[in-house]
Each structure stands twice: as structure tokens, then as C-alpha cells.
């Protein structure tokens, strides 16, 4: 698979509502390199957060397992 890295193809969640207040990551991107890149979709212009993908497999484990819940 030939990834870009200077244009990955960005996706939201399918959990993610019309509030803005989403992140996007590049999920070919990620396959191809191990490198899950990760923006603020409403700043789409703005800095990429490049994590490595077990960083970023665990960081979404724990958002499912609520350990960051603040409520």
C-alpha cells in the first residue's frame, strides 16, 4: 500500500457528533507505517500529533474502560 504521509486520508469516529469537538486520525496511515497520526478536526491545519500504535491502541482502551472519566 503507498501511504503519503504528507496527505493522509483522515477519518472521525463513528461515535463523533456534529458538536466539533472531535479528533481525526489516519487510519491507512497508520496501517502502512505504525505511526497513528492524530489532529484536531476543527483545526485541520493545525499540528499532527504523531503517536506510535500500541501508544495510541492503549490511550483508546482506556477511554473505552472509562479511566479517564472525571464524573
Same mark, same amino acid.
Given at each position: 500500500?503507498?501511504v $503519503? %504521509? /504528507? $496527505?493522509?486520508?483522515? +477519518?472521525? =469516529?463513528?461515535? =463523533? *457528533?456534529s *458538536? *466539533?469537538?472531535c479528533?481525526?486520525? /489516519? %487510519?491507512?496511515h +497508520?496501517? /502502512?507505517t505504525?505511526?497513528? %497520526?492524530?489532529? $484536531? =478536526?476543527?483545526?485541520?491545519?493545525g %499540528?499532527?500529533?504523531?503517536?506510535? +500504535?500500541? /501508544?495510541f +491502541?492503549s490511550?483508546v482502551? =482506556?477511554v473505552?474502560t472509562?479511566?479517564?472519566?472525571?464524573a
Amino acid at each position: 500500500m503507498n501511504v $503519503d %504521509p /504528507a $496527505d493522509p486520508q483522515w +477519518a472521525k =469516529s463513528t461515535y =463523533s *457528533g456534529s *458538536g *466539533g469537538t472531535c479528533v481525526e486520525w /489516519a %487510519p491507512a496511515h +497508520a496501517t /502502512a507505517t505504525g505511526t497513528v %497520526p492524530v489532529r $484536531d =478536526s476543527k483545526n485541520p491545519s493545525g %499540528p499532527i500529533l504523531n503517536l506510535p +500504535a500500541p /501508544a495510541f +491502541a492503549s490511550f483508546v482502551t =482506556s477511554v473505552k474502560t472509562g479511566e479517564f472519566d472525571t464524573a
